[in-house]
């Protein structure tokens, strides 16, 4: 990601380190990292962090790690582990040779736990789980001291060590630090520090039988790599008090945590529990559906990591959570996509025209201009010949007003090509439907100029039915019909149902066709569609349309502007 100075980004994270650079806190050193879990894909959600924690590293010639807190073996998988590297790697952070895992400071943070027990702030307790939920008390109301807490340190140590030793079932014992039971601030009432789960990890295998806590495991996680600024969303403010008594108690290193507003998107949700949800219930076709707010979906469906970065930075860094319009991040993508997409004519919808006055045996190719809005991207050649296809919509047998397309008697132009006139409609004979036109063309208006000055109001794209190949294309529509389906008690009540239409007989010029998967297009007057990489035949390419053409975006900035 470059950090042009002009586009860089201020905002009250960076106010605290240009603060910190000043006062020559941490020897003048930037470390940031992004320490997701590994129990899902990463979503855009995730993107904002990293694009945020690699940003600011990069901006102040800092260091950027990624680090996998994998403290949970059950719900962890290598999937996720592998799924998440190529995102962040796509997404363009860099973590270069500083890939971590918590589980790597497994042997380090058990000796924490024992330091702590050795300090008589930590002690082993046998309530059971439902026990100890009781005894926590409430956010009114105190909790009670669990009658192990004054273990004494020889017995915590010896109940510890045969804990690691496997001679205790999942739940019957647990490490606890010993706090307050009074603090108003639950997450101090004796935090559970260690666990004991007899389950393989996807890194450590079976050589523990006890996984220490999330929240221990994160916070000194952190210590241990000296990350200087470690920037969290908000719902780990109330976990703060608790990762500085953790540090402080064993005498280590200690980064500062920096808070900021989770994003939320309208029209989907970023909740990798959630996700999983849609995931296991099929409702999507995988982690990277194109409809999910996946980083592998949004890969899927087209979105480049400019399109993201941009939305990213024009939303910034809030104190508050707020919930984002997905027609911004459209309108970021379609920017992008402007730029770069290869301009081609795909019929989704095929009516047959055949060319009366034109050779039977021609074919001619015609220069075609790949993206107007970048002269370097050239031209290409697109072949033309008596019969062609144009979209079933661009004809009407009784125009309406203000329908500029193709009627009877009516001339249209064809984009790169020629005039068309319909002279005859052919229809079924036994439904009526429109299944051919006939039209006669201006030899003259070859490139779809006109020959004498006179106007034609429509053109119309096209495809060359020799030429043309049959693809596949689906579009997408948004996910969920509301804007916040976690508004809802089922957040899945408003998934829409119909967020997914395929056609499957469209045609398409043949460049477009025999392009790269991965390769992103410009549909003329449809959208920006990407070649599907992984459902794609050498038979069947598949497109999925990445976004409209129509930015509500423009419209709502706008009417904000004339407010
Ligand atoms: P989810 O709620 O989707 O399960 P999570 O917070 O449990 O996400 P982690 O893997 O723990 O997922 O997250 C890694 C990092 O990403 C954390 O620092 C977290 O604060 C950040 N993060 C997660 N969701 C968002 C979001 N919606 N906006 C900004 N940052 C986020
Ligand atoms: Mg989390």
């Given amino acids: 990601m470059s950090t042009n100075e002009a586009t860089t980004p201020s905002d009250f994270i960076r106010d605290i380190i240009n603060e910190d650079l000043k006062n020559n806190k941490n020897e003048s050193r930037v470390h940031t990292r992004f320490p997701p879990e590994p129990n899902g894909y990463i979503h855009i959600g995730h993107a904002k962090s990293i694009n945020l924690n690699f940003g600011i590293a990069s901006q102040y010639k800092g260091k950027f790690n990624l680090r996998f807190d994998d403290t949970n073996p059950s719900k962890e998988e290598q999937e996720y582990v592998q799924s998440i590297i190529e995102d962040i790697r796509w997404l363009g952070a860099d973590w270069e040779d500083r890939l971590f895992y918590a589980s790597d400071y497994y042997d380090r943070l058990y000796d924490y736990a024992v330091q702590l027990i050795e300090k008589g702030k930590a002690y082993v307790d046998d309530l059971t789980p439902d026990q100890i939920r009781e005894y926590r008390g409430t956010l009114t109301e105190p909790g009670k001291n669990s009658p192990h807490r004054d273990r004494s340190i020889e017995e915590n140590l010896d109940l510890f060590k045969r ?45 523990w039988c006890i996984y220490p806590m999330y929240d221990f495991t994160h916070c000194l996680s952190d210590s241990i790599e000296a990350i200087t600024h470690s920037v969290c969303t908000l719902e780990f403010e109330d976990h703060r008090p608790l990762y500085d008594w953790f540090i402080d108690e064993v005498g280590a290193y200690h980064p500062q945590q920096i808070e900021f507003a989770r994003m939320n998107l309208s029209y989907t949700v970023l909740s990798k529990r959630k996700l999983l949800k849609l995931v296991e219930d099929g409702d999507v076709d ?252 050498a038979e069947m390419p598949v497109f999925n349309r990445t976004v409209s053409l129509r930015d509500s975006w423009a419209k709502i900035e706008k009417s904000m502007k004339s407010k």
């Fill in 286 to 537: 995988g982690w990277d559906d194109p409809r999910m707010p996946t980083v592998s979906g949004m890969r899927r469906r087209g979105y480049t990591p400019e399109a993201i970065r941009n939305f990213c930075e024009r939303i910034g860094v809030a104190k508050r959570d707020s919930l984002v319009d997905i027609a911004l991040l459209e309108h970021c993508l379609r920017e992008d996509l402007n730029l770069r997409a290869t301009r081609v004519m795909a019929v989704l919808e095929p009516l047959k025209v055949v060319i009366t006055n034109y050779p039977e045996d021609k074919t001619e190719e015609l220069e075609a201009v790949n993206n107007p809005e970048d002269e370097s991207a050239g031209t290409r050649m697109v072949p033309f010949s008596r019969e062609i296809y144009i979209e079933r919509n661009d004809f009407r047998e009784d125009p309406p007003k203000k329908f500029f397309r193709l009627g009877p008697g009516r001339e249209v132009r064809l984009k790169h090509a020629y005039f068309i006139r319909c002279d005859e409609v052919i229809k079924d004979d036994k439904t009526g439907e429109v299944v051919e036109l006939r039209c006669s063309y201006d030899p003259e208006s070859r490139g779809g100029m006109s020959p004498d000055g006179r106007k034609v109001k429509g053109t119309l794209h096209w495809v060359s039915a020799a030429q043309a190949k049959k693809v596949e294309v689906r579009f997408f529509e948004r996910l969920f019909t509301v804007e916040n389906p976690l508004a809802d008690e089922d957040f899945k009540s408003s998934l829409n149902p119909d967020s997914r239409r395929v056609l499957t007989s469209c045609l398409i010029e043949p460049f477009a066709a025999e392009a790269a998967p991965g390769t992103l297009f410009q549909f003329m007057r449809q959208g920006y569609f990407y070649l599907d990489s992984i459902d794609s035949t």
């Fill in 163 to 207: 804990m690691r030793a496997g001679e205790f079932e999942d739940g019957a014992r647990v490490l606890r630090a010993k706090i307050d039971m009074a603090s108003p601030n639950l997450n101090m009432r004796d935090p559970a520090i260690y666990r004991i789960k007899h389950e393989s990890h996807h890194r450590t295998g079976d050589k």
